[in-house]
């Protein structure tokens, strides 16, 4: 297996979202760690943390850059993780 540390900015438009799904289904990948990274990074850990607990991926680390709340001004999946508890 090839160790990988994946850095994402998701949330953005959807190509992060689909590099995700892909990396999670490849069997010679072993993720490490996921990165959120770039403007509202609370959100993005939201997404990156939802989207992984829907996979049953829970065991992954998720790390979040330096928290910027509210600076990315159309976050299209807000809603979707509005309540959802990063503990």
């Given amino acids: 297996m090839i160790p990988i540390i994946f850095d994402t900015d998701i949330g953005s438009d959807i190509d992060d979202?689909?590099?995700l799904a892909m990396i999670l289904k490849c069997p010679e990948l072993e993720i490490k760690l996921i990165a959120s990274d770039r403007d509202d990074t609370v959100y993005r850990t939201k997404l990156l943390c939802k989207l992984l607990e829907i996979a049953g991926r829970t065991d992954i680390p998720v790390g979040m850059g330096h928290?910027?709340?509210h600076v990315y001004?159309?976050?299209r999946q807000a809603p979707w993780v509005e309540d959802y508890d990063l503990d």
Wanted: hydrophobic share 35%; no cysteine.
């Fill in 67 to 69: 928290i910027q709340e």
């Fill in 73 to 75: 001004t159309n976050p």
């Fill in 17 to 19: 979202t689909w590099a």
